[in-house]
C-alpha cells in the first residue's frame, strides 16, 4: 500500500474513532435526560387531564434535565466534527439530541439504514413553532418589521406620566414589566391603566408583566463575640522561625 494511501487510512481511521466516542457520549446523556425528564415529571402528572403530559411539557422537562450536565467539552467536540454544539436545543431537545445521534450513525456505521428524511425534523420544526408561538403570546407581537421583543420595566413616574407611556409604545416597547417589589397597588394600576389607554391611541398592543417581589434579607447589628486571638511567631529577616510560639506572643 503506497504511504500516501496508508496515512490517508489511517487519518481516516482515527477521524472515525474519536466520531464513534462522540456517538457514545451524545447516546449516554439522552439515556440520562429521559430517566431525569421522566421522574421529574411524575411530580405534576396529576395536574395533567389524565395524566397525559403535553409534548410542551415533556421538551421543558427533557431541556432541564439537559441543563443539569456541562456539556462545554462535548460541545467543543461536536463543534469541531462539524455537528450541531446543542447550545439551540431549547426548542426540540430531543430532535435536536436524535439528529445528531442520526448522523453520528451515518458516519460511523456503512450499514446503517439512510431513510431519506431525518426522523426528528418534524419534531424540531413543530418546536420552533411553538417556541415562536409562545413568545409572541408572553411578549407580544414584533415591532413593524424588527425580530426583536422589547420589555421596558416601568418607574414609578409612569404613574402620572402619560406621556412617558405614550412615547414607549410609539417607540417599539412590547412589553412593559411592572416591578411588584416597589411600589404599591395603586401605582400599578395607574401603570396599568396609562398603558391600556396608550393602547388604544396608538393603535398598539401591550403585553404586561407583573413581577412579584420575593423574599427579603432581613438584617440587623452584629452582635460582638467571642476575642479573637492572633498567634505568631518570630522570625529573622530572612523568615526562619527563631523563636516557637508561647503564651506572650499571643495578642488581642
Known sequence: MPKKVAKEQLEKDVYTEILIHLLADVVEIREKIVVNAECRLKLYKEHYRA???????????????????????????????????LGRAEASVMSTLDSVIYLLKRATDRQCIHIGKNPSEYGFNRGQQLLEQHTIELFGAYYENSKAHV???????????????????????????????HDDVVIWQAMICNIRRAEVETGRACKIMMDLAGHKIRTGLIEPGPAIYHIKTKKDNYGNVISPLCQNSCRL
Open 51 to 85: 395524566g397525559i403530559l403535553t409534548k410542551s411539557a415533556t421538551n421543558l422537562a427533557h431541556y432541564l434535565a439537559l441543563r443539569q450536565f456541562d456539556l462545554r467539552h462535548l460541545q467543543t467536540r461536536l463543534s469541531q466534527a462539524g455537528l450541531s454544539s
Open 151 to 181: 420589555m421596558v420595566t416601568l418607574a414609578t413616574a409612569s404613574a402620572w406620566d402619560y406621556q412617558q407611556i405614550h412615547d414607549l409604545l410609539t417607540k417599539g416597547m412590547t412589553c412593559a414589566r411592572i416591578n411588584c417589589a
